[in-house]
């Protein structure tokens, strides 16, 4: 099964976790993006959701499929979040931010009950830190972040657009992708980065997903976090 079908299949195994009235929360990247897709099927059918888009991507596409959306500012708790990743290791930790949303993600995610991660196979991995880790930081304190990370061992890159300018992120603020090669403590460097100034948010999700949802080949896996 090609990889896009892969994805398609593990967003549409997420619907079940949907329910009438209920908030949404709607992740960024291809995989939510079929997600969206398909909740906005069951919208045209009757389903009815608010959602809370954790990108202007992801909300451009919601509006277009006329999915009824709402904000944080009006409401503060999301029922389910639906939501891709980068990484995922066996104590369901993590790297997001490939797509450029981890701050909203993270935000979005914050305030979930349940967060169903969607992916195909090839995300699932021993050890996090293959994929570089996206790290947002304000424009100011780029470069001495930056310092300050490859001083943990990481080779670090300013993302760029696809026009050679520095990527901006939803909130105006810039990505470094870190590459760490191995991330043998999540949870420490998590905590490390979240103590520079000048970080606004890392790609580390960590304790936050409930359950993912793991499309290989026509089977889809289902991974469980013990305390969820
Ligand atoms: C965006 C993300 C995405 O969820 C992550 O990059 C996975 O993307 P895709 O589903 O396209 O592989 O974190 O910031």
């Not at 909740?39 to 990108?55: A, F, T, W, Y």
Request: glycine share 10%; hydrophobic share 40%; proline share 4%.
């Amino acid at each position: 099964m090609a990889n896009d079908q892969e994805k398609e299949a593990a967003a549409r195994s997420s619907l079940r976790f949907v329910k009438d009235g209920q908030v949404v929360g709607l992740g960024t990247g291809s995989t939510a993006a079929y997600f969206i897709q398909l909740l906005g099927e069951q919208v045209k059918n009757g389903l009815r959701i608010l959602g809370i888009p954790s990108s202007d991507r992801s909300r451009e596409q919601a509006e277009s499929l006329e999915i009824p959306l709402t904000t944080l500012d009006e409401c503060q708790q999301i029922d389910v979040t639906v939501d891709g990743a980068d990484e995922v290791d066996p104590q369901l930790r993590l790297i997001k931010g490939g797509g450029g949303a981890l701050l909203r993600e993270k935000i979005v995610a914050s305030a979930t009950r349940q967060l169903v991660i969607v992916a195909d196979a090839t995300k699932r991995v021993p050890v996090l830190g293959k994929f570089p880790l996206p790290v947002e930081v304000v424009k100011f304190a780029q470069a001495l972040v930056a310092k300050r990370i490859e001083a943990l061992g990481a080779a670090v890159e300013l993302r760029r657009d696809t026009g050679g300018k520095p990527f901006l992120t939803d909130e105006n603020n810039h990505i470094l992708d870190c590459r760490f090669g191995q991330i043998p403590d999540p949870d420490s460097l998590a905590r490390q980065l979240s103590d520079m100034p000048g970080v606004v948010e890392h790609g580390l999700f960590i304790g936050m997903a409930s359950v993912v949802l793991l499309a290989n080949g026509s089977e889809i896996v289902e991974l469980w976090a013990r305390d969820k």
